[in-house]
């Protein structure tokens, strides 16, 4: 696992660093502060046949070096969801972030200097709920067995991009087949990995709950001034998709009838990956919703 430096939003944010972060893949992040004293991140997992959802933790030393050998975890399909907190959490950073993260309110992905300016800004993830896609009336599915999700709730957590990509995708209505249709349109800028940190009010334990009991199988892991890890989640293709050169199809369609349903015309995204050579699988990157809580991918349906 390599592990890209943190930016400065994140480490100089208060608080005992306990872990660093990293989300990628299929994936819909929402900032939940339903109730002002509990915030924290949730994140979707839809559990699609073409996607492994695996966990990856490297303890370092205080100077920040690797010790041992990295921990691997696939996330059983049966988790419905999964909970990763700490003993001593703080949450002093949210009154200096109450989105969860940097989050501009004029924040525009067309700004040509917003790269250079924003380039963390939470802003870069699409938003399924928001007016770019124009989706009109945006719901949540409850869950069903035919649409499994893993719901992950990150407490005691910061959020931000990593970096934006340095090349244009595409939207385009997915009946039409083709990145340059007649109603596509480009955005360009759009977000890479989703990084984050576990901030600590004193050492402690990093806890892995999940529901079912037991399931997920990851012991506590104990943080200190000496200790701290590398906690990487993925959702990850497993087979390649569409290339019409030199765009990918992206991972925007799997999300409708099994995450959300919209009044609008249903959309692909498709990407240019910035190492196609290595990375051929196009933008599997995490997507945001601008909904209160994801709570309701849980609410159970015959």
């Known amino acids: 696992m390599e592990f890209p430096p943190l930016p400065n939003v994140l480490t100089s944010a208060p608080g005992m660093l306990a872990a660093k972060l990293l989300f990628d893949g299929l994936s819909v992040f929402c900032f939940n502060s339903t109730n002002p004293d509990d915030k924290f991140w949730q994140v979707a997992y839809p559990r699609l046949q073409q996607h492994t959802l695996q966990i990856t933790i490297q303890r ?29 959490g703080s949450v002093e950073h949210f009154t200096q972030f109450p989105s969860g993260g ?62 934006p990509e340095p090349k244009e995708v595409r939207i385009a209505p997915i009946f039409q087949a083709h990145p340059n249709s007649a ?18 009010s004193a050492p402690g334990d990093i806890l892995f709950e999940s529901d079912p009991f037991g399931a997920l199988n990851i012991n506590p892991h104990q ?15 497993i087979v390649h998709p569409i290339k019409i050169d030199p765009f990918v199809r992206g991972d925007l369609y799997r999300f409708y009838h099994v995450v959300i349903d919209v009044d609008g015309v249903e959309k692909d995204l498709w990407a240019q990956p910035e190492h196609p050579e290595f990375d051929p699988e196009g933008d599997c990157h995490g997507t945001s919703i601008s ?3 994801l709570d309701p991918l849980l609410t159970s349906v015959e």
């Open 102 to 163: 940097p989050r501009h309110p004029q924040f525009d992905r067309r700004d040509q200097q917003a790269p250079a300016t924003k380039p963390n800004d939470l802003g870069w993830m699409v938003d399924l709920a928001g007016p770019e896609l124009n989706h009109g009336n945006v719901k949540l599915l409850p869950g069903h067995k035919s649409r499994p999700i893993s719901l992950a709730n990150i407490r005691h957590s910061l959020f931000c991009n990593l970096k």
């Open 223 to 237: 943080y200190s001034q000496d200790t701290l890890y590398e906690i990487e989640i993925r959702n990850t293709d």
């Open 60 to 88: 370092l030393d205080g100077s920040g070096a690797h010790v041992g050998e990295e921990e691997k975890f696939d996330v059983p399909e049966n988790i419905t969801s999964f909970n990763i907190r700490l003993t001593n």
């Open 183 to 200: 109603d596509s349109f480009s955005l360009p800028f759009n977000n890479t990995e989703i990084v984050g940190v576990l901030l600590g």
């Open 291 to 293: 909904l209160p809580t």
